[in-house]
């Protein structure tokens, strides 16, 4: 059964900087805990955790052991 994901276009701009952070974090095999989060993008903590909680939500990230990854995708890296 394929995971659905939400619609892209439904991401605010600021959802969608944390998302292509924690992707090119996630293309080395890394995962992006909220502290490289905070330095990497600034801004507030809160709204950092509203966006990754909204990408969580949609299926565009999931939970790794120490962070956060890509959800399921169809591009290569």
């Known amino acids: ?3 659905r994901r939400g619609d892209v276009q439904e991401l605010s701009d600021f959802e969608l900087v944390v998302y ?5 974090i996630d293309k080395d095999g890394a ?9 990497l993008i600034g801004g507030p903590e809160e709204d950092i955790r509203a966006a990754l909680a909204h990408l969580l939500a949609v299926n565009h990230l999931r939970c790794g052991d120490a962070g956060f990854v890509l959800g399921p995708h169809d591009w290569a890296p």
């Open 31 to 39: 995962t992006a805990d909220l502290a490289t989060l905070n330095r």
């Open 1 to 3: 059964m394929e995971e």
């Open 20 to 24: 292509e952070t924690v992707a090119e």
